[in-house]
């Protein structure tokens, strides 16, 4: 069918020369003219459209067609509609191909994705990541290295999904919060639940799994590490902004003694992919990011000038020039756009509200907030406003 292949100009079609019907014509019609307007969710819908009325809803390739719109919708910015496509393509996938199928891998995977992008927590993400490598699981595909990409790609977007933010809950011992309020005593608690150990169940068997695949990829194993390592070192970035004595902070020494534990996994695997540094090269720059990190968590200007003088990370491309701006030999940050010079403590960041660390009144959000950045060579910082800040995400 013209429709299957898109690959006839629509000029070169006709209804007498290959039995092509008016439905057909008009959808190929319209997809082109979609698609040369670059509206590419809009024309696959046409063909969408069509074949779900000629093949059914559950054909092979009305599932292929249902997944693209959906992953379409989603570069396009209209997040919640693709995330109703994409629940769609699932299930028309499990119906064509069973809840097994290796299709369903993809359609799984995007669907995790799509939830990253609705920004409503990692609940629903890592349900149906965990749908994905379950599909790879019963295909027999755990001991590859597909799976064990798939477990570190998981630990960085639910990173990035917010599993390291943690969640703030009250404790009222069974009893009705608002009797407990009227009475003049509550016994309410507050404590703060990372998802770290979730992303550690999946760091573990990567590590797990990448040692039985050392032959296939020497690197694999300290590729995993520095994820590991980066992890770890943004859960503690997030507890710093907990309030003291909510419970599951970390003192400063256990702080430190962290860091100085994953500065040294890092140097570790830095080694190891130092063994072919050009194909390794995207690893070592986060490895590096993420000393990067510690410096700065452990507010020690001189390893931060000593890592930018080694040459060792540079991150002149990643951010814009009127966002850069000088810290002199004092430590003090020079911001000449705005006109003002700013404290040496650029590791200050906003007080939280007492109960949610992601509330901010509109003074804190608007108050100039520096991160230290290596360019070319120098320490230098860039401007940024938001609450918590990571050099740069897990990639």
Known sequence: MGLASLSVPVSAQSNADDGQSAAETEALNNYYAAKAAGRRAEATKYVLDYMEKTKGENDPLTVDLTHSYGNFLREEGDIRE????????????????????????????????????????????????????????????RETTLYVRTLVGITTRLTQAGALRGAFSADTHGDDFEDLASSGFTSMTQSYESGYRVLEGYMREAIELAEVLDIEDPYLGAKIAIVRAKTKVLETLFLEVVPPGIRGSISGATAREYYQREDSNLLSAIDVL??????????????????????????????????????????????????????????????????????????????????????????????????????????????????????????
């Open 82 to 141: 693709a995330v109703s496509v994409l629940k769609m393509a699932r299930e028309r996938g499990i119906v064509a191909f069973g809840e097994h199928g290796i299709e369903l891998f993809a359609i799984n995977l995007d669907l995790g994705e799509a939830y990253v992008e609705r920004d409503i927590g990692v609940g629903r993400p890592k349900k149906y990541f965990d749908h994905a490598l379950e599909v790879l699981h019963k295909n027999g595909q």
């Open 274 to 395: 130092m063994g072919d540094a050009e194909q390794n090269q995207g690893f070592v720059d986060i490895a590096n990011s993420a000393r990067m990190d510690i410096a700065w968590l452990s507010k020690d200007m001189q390893h931060m000038a000593n890592l930018c003088s080694s040459n060792t990370l540079n991150m002149a491309s990643r951010y814009p020039p009127d966002r850069l701006f000088e810290i002199t030999d004092d430590g003090d940050v020079i911001a000449p756009r705005f006109s003002f010079r700013i404290s040496s403590n650029i590791f200050k960041r906003p007080k939280a509200n007492k109960y949610d660390t992601r509330n901010l009144n509109q003074e804190d959000r608007e108050k100039p907030q520096f991160i230290p950045v290596c360019i070319n060579g120098r320490l230098m910082a860039a401007l940024v406003n938001t609450r918590v800040v990571s050099i740069e995400d897990i990639e």
